[in-house]
T-cell receptor, first 109, second 114 residues
Framework: RKEVEQDPGPFNVPEGATVAFNCTYS??????FFWYRQDCRKEPKLLMS???SGNEDGRFTAQLNRASQYISLLIRDSKLSDSATYLC??????????FGAGTILRVKS | NAGVTQTPKFRVLKTGQSMTLLCAQD?????MYWYRQDPGMGLRLIHY???????AKGEVPDGYNVSRLKKQNFLLGLESAAPSQTSVYFC?????????????FGPGTRLTVT
């Protein structure tokens, strides 16, 4: 079983749609959680951290359920520029990050 | 600031050849990492370093060696390249004093081994 599992997609949505991505992780010792964004043929970049209380950054909302070991990302009012691969990332019990394989989002006009 | 830079950007090797990938960062970060990214696999950690002169193995270290002689540089070596090492290689760095977890990535090196 992979440590971090994501639906690979692709999710094809029209502009203005709301889309949600889910992620599950297997290491109950993980303490920190993140969503990274990766554009085609580019490096990953941090999108947002995920807190137990949930957090929002503009059109993006992240949620964490520690009991179910489940993380989500909600994007409202999708823009063409949101098209990318979204990586779910958790910490291991040391100095390292563990990356999911990513979910591809394609926003179409 | 240039952030994290990687050299070269592209390379084609024949099986059995050797090469070194260079990663440099100008953010004075303590921690540096080498990953490889393959389709459907996500990023997998090859080796990492938590300070100058230290290195440690990650998830997929076989066939690779690393060195961190200077704080700003982290080198990844392939002694005898194999087709299975065809991949995109990313270097990243972070500062544990800032919470450790926002890793800054270089633009990647696309390596093909024929």
């Amino acid at each position: 079983r992979k440590e971090v599992e994501q639906d690979p997609g692709p999710f094809n949505v029209p502009e203005g749609a709301t889309v949600a991505f889910n992620c599950t992780y297997s290491n109950s010792a993980s303490q920190s959680f993140f969503w990274y964004r990766q554009d085609c043929r580019k490096e990953p970049k941090l999108l947002m951290s995920v807190y137990s209380s949930g957090n929002e950054d503009g059109r993006f909302t992240a949620q964490l359920n520690r009991a179910s070991q489940y993380i989500s990302l909600l994007i409202r009012d999708s823009k063409l520029s949101d098209s990318a691969t979204y990586l779910c990332v958790v910490t291991d019990d040391g100095n390292k990050l563990v990356f999911g394989a990513g979910t591809i989002l394609r926003v179409k006009s | 600031n240039a952030g994290v830079t990687q050299t070269p950007k592209f390379r084609v090797l024949k099986t059995g050849q050797s090469m070194t990938l260079l990663c440099a960062q100008d953010m004075n970060h303590e921690y540096m990492y080498w990953y490889r990214q393959d389709p459907g696999m996500g990023l997998r950690l090859i080796h990492y370093s938590v300070g100058e002169g230290t290195t440690a193995k990650g998830e997929v270290p076989d066939g690779y060696n690393v060195s961190r002689l200077k704080k700003q540089n982290f080198l990844l070596g392939l002694e005898s390249a194999a087709p299975s090492q065809t991949s995109v290689y990313f270097c990243a760095s972070t500062d544990p004093g800032q919470g450790l977890y926002e890793q800054y990535f270089g633009p990647g090196t696309r390596l093909t081994v024929t």
